[in-house]
């Protein structure tokens, strides 16, 4: 995979896994509107197992939120990988929705939300992201100390793309779908009382036939 990029991972052969896609009866907790698609797509990771993709659409206002879910899901896990030059960059990281994502050293916490979204990318990938955050903090920062600190930040941010500062990259889930895929990453199951203390992913759908209610909770 090009480092940095985020991948589908889709068959290199001709043929295609089958795509299901079904209308749930449910609203948008976006807009509202009735009718909402779900798109299913089943996978393969190398070296990782089967995992389905799924994809939910409003048609009415666009919304979207995909996830993936790891068919061989386990308890809530925690997986931690000390970067400590540019090939650790390329450690894989499986992300799902409900996963909290850490840099201690940047001080940087993505936690899952309702636009969070999951991906497949690799450790740089994350960074990219974090990056991302940190850019519009440091234009859009409601405060000059705010606006310093996220520039500085980024500078850190700068040398840990480029394999020259080491750095921690902490994964907690409670669904135990998400996962750094490295020899050197040190994978531990979550006591109870850890996995209730991270958020749960906080978007919410109520899928009983007859809820009109979708609900988008924070
Ligand atoms: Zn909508």
Not at 104 to 119: K, Q, T
Not at 161 to 170: A, K, Q, S
């Amino acid at each position: 995979m090009e480092r940095g990029d985020d991948v589908c991972p889709v068959p290199e052969s001709g043929d295609l896994p089958p795509v299901s896609e079904i209308t749930i009866d449910t609203s948008c907790p976006a807009c509202g509107a009735p009718g909402l698609r779900m798109r299913s797509l089943a996978l393969e990771i190398p070296y990782f197992g089967g995992a389905l993709q799924t994809t939910i659409l409003c048609g009415a206002c666009g919304f979207r939120h995909a996830d993936v879910l790891l068919t061989n899901e386990g308890p809530p896990t925690r997986h931690r990988l000390r970067v400590r030059g540019s090939s650790d960059l390329n450690a894989r990281v499986v992300r799902s929705s409900s996963c909290t994502v850490r840099v201690p050293e940047l001080g940087a916490v993505m936690e899952p939300s309702m636009r969070s979204e999951s991906f497949i990318s690799n450790a740089e990938g994350v960074l990219r992201r974090f990056r991302g955050v940190f850019e519009f903090l440091a234009r859009n920062g409601d405060s000059e100390a705010r606006r310093r600190a996220a520039r500085k930040s980024l500078g850190v941010l700068e040398r840990m793309i480029d394999g020259r500062e080491p750095f921690t990259l902490v994964l907690e889930d409670p669904s135990g779908n998400s996962a750094i895929l490295h020899e050197a990453a040190e994978v531990r199951t979550l006591s109870e009382r850890e996995a209730r203390r991270l958020k749960q992913n906080s978007f919410t759908m109520d899928l009983r036939p007859d809820a009109s209610r979708a609900r988008a909770s924070r």
